[in-house]
C-alpha cells in the first residue's frame, strides 16, 4: 500500500494525472455504498463536493513539505486508487473532509486506517 498526497486546489499535475481514476472510484463508491444511481454522481458534482475549495495554497518555509491547503490523500494498491482521503492541511491539524473507498476492498477498513493514519 502507498499512500501519496496530491495537491487539489488548485490541481497539480499529479491530480490532474488521476482525475479520471479518482472519480471513477468515487463515483463506484457512491453507487454502491450510498446507493446513488449511476447518473447522480457526476464529473462536476464530484468536482464541486470534494475537488473545489476556497483555501488558499500556501508553501510556509516551516510548514510541511506539500503546503498547506486542499488535498486528495490517494491509496495505492498494485498501480491502482483503492482510496482516496479528501483533506485539508492547516497550521494546526488536518481536517478530514471526506473518505471514499473502492468497494471492492471494503475488508480493507480503509476508512479506519485513513483516520488512524
Known amino acids: 500500500l502507498k499512500v501519496r498526497v496530491v495537491r487539489s486546489s488548485p490541481p497539480s499535475s499529479q491530480f490532474k494525472a488521476t482525475f479520471q481514476e479518482s472519480y ?9 455504498i450510498h446507493k446513488d444511481p449511476p447518473d447522480k454522481p457526476t464529473i462536476n458534482q464530484f468536482t464541486r463536493f470534494l475537488c473545489d475549495s476556497p483555501l488558499e495554497a500556501e508553501n510556509a518555509p516551516n510548514g510541511p ?53
Request: with cysteine; net charge negative.
Open 65 to 117: 513539505e506539500c503546503g498547506y491547503g486542499s488535498f486528495h490523500q490517494q491509496y495505492w494498491l498494485d498501480g491502482k486508487i483503492i482510496a482516496v482521503g479528501v483533506i485539508d492541511i492547516l497550521p494546526y491539524c488536518v481536517s478530514s473532509v471526506y473518505l471514499y473507498y473502492d468497494p471492492d476492498y471494503s475488508f480493507l477498513s480503509l476508512g479506519v486506517y485513513s483516520a488512524l493514519r
Open 24 to 32: 471513477q472510484v468515487y463515483k463506484r463508491y457512491q453507487m454502491v
